[in-house]
C-alpha cells in the first residue's frame, strides 16, 4: 500500500482526489491531507508518506518550494498542474508524471502504477531537470532526461543530432557522437519534439534541422548532417522539408 498525502489549496481538489483514490486505487491508502507549503512540509514530516499528489501553484507558494525544504526527497511525487502546455513539455522532458485538472480516473490509475515502480535514487535528478526547465524561457537551453537499463541521462535537447527508430526503441545521436537507446518509440520523442525544430524525414528517423548541413537530391532526396551521418528523406516529406527551408532562409 502506497501511503499517500494530497497537498493542494483548492478544498474540492482534496474532496474530488479522495474520492478517485478510494473508488480506483486500491493500492493507495491515503494518510493525510494538506493546503499549502506549511500545512504539506508538516503532514510529510507527521506521516512520512510513500507518495504525495502534489499541487503546483498554492497561495502560500509552490510545490517545488516544499520540495527544496525537504530535500533530498524520499518518497514518490505525481503534480496536479492545471492546463499549460509550457509546463506540460517540461513534465515530458523530465520523464515525471502529472495530472490535468480535473482529474480524470484512468490518468490517475496509471500514474500511481507508474509511481509503485519509480525509483527513488532517480527522482531527485528529475525533479531538478524539471525546475530548471520551468524556469528556462530559451529553448535551446531546455533539457530531456533519457532512461537506459543502467542509467538516466540529462541531454540538452539542442545537442541532439538525431533519433532513430528501432521497433519500439529509439537510438540519440548527440553531438559528441555519444549514443544513446531508450525503451520508448520515435513517435512519442517527434511528438515531443517537433515543437524544437525537429522534423520526421523518414518513418525511422526525427532530425533536429539545426544540425543540418546540406540537402542531396540523389536517390530520392537525402540529409548530411553534422556528424557526417547521412538521412533518407521519405518522398512525401520531401516538399514539406523544402518549404521548410525555404521558410529558414527567409529568416
Do not use: W
Not at 499528489?53 to 527544496?68: A, V
Not at 502529472?98 to 515502480?117: G, R
Not at 526547465?133 to 538525431?162: A, Y
Amino acid at each position: 500500500m502506497l501511503r499517500t498525502i494530497i497537498i493542494d489549496d483548492e478544498p474540492h481538489m482534496h474532496q474530488a482526489l479522495e474520492k478517485l483514490v478510494k473508488a480506483h486505487c486500491p493500492n493507495v491508502k491515503l494518510v493525510a491531507k494538506a493546503s499549502g507549503v506549511k500545512t504539506g512540509i508538516e503532514a510529510i514530516k507527521r506521516y512520512h508518506p510513500d507518495l504525495i499528489l502534489l499541487d503546483i501553484k498554492m497561495k502560500d507558494g509552490t510545490g517545488f518550494d516544499l520540495l527544496k525544504q525537504l530535500e533530498p526527497v524520499d518518497f514518490k511525487v505525481i503534480f496536479i498542474t492545471a492546463f499549460d502546455q509550457y509546463a506540460i513539455e517540461a513534465f515530458k522532458f523530465s520523464a515525471l508524471d502529472y495530472l490535468l485538472k480535473p482529474v480524470d480516473p484512468d490518468d490517475l490509475m496509471k500514474a500511481i502504477n507508474k509511481a509503485e515502480k519509480l525509483v527513488l535514487k532517480e527522482l531527485n535528478t528529475q525533479l531538478e531537470v524539471l525546475e530548471e526547465n520551468l524556469q528556462t524561457d530559451s529553448k535551446s537551453n531546455k533539457k530531456i532526461i533519457l532512461k537506459t537499463f543502467e542509467n538516466i541521462h540529462l541531454v540538452k535537447i539542442r545537442d541532439i543530432i538525431f533519433c532513430q527508430s528501432d521497433n519500439n526503441y529509439t537510438h540519440f545521436h548527440l553531438l559528441d557522437n555519444h549514443k544513446i537507446l531508450v525503451s520508448n518509440t520515435l513517435k512519442e520523442y517527434d511528438e515531443m519534439l517537433r515543437e524544437f525544430g525537429f522534423f520526421r524525414v523518414h518513418q525511422s528517423f526525427l532530425i533536429n534541422l539545426g544540425h543540418i548541413v546540406r540537402f542531396e537530391k540523389a536517390d530520392g532526396g537525402s540529409i548530411i548532417l553534422a556528424n557526417k551521418h547521412k538521412v533518407p528523406v521519405a518522398s512525401r516529406k520531401r516538399e514539406q522539408l523544402l518549404e521548410l527551408f525555404e521558410r529558414i532562409t527567409k529568416n
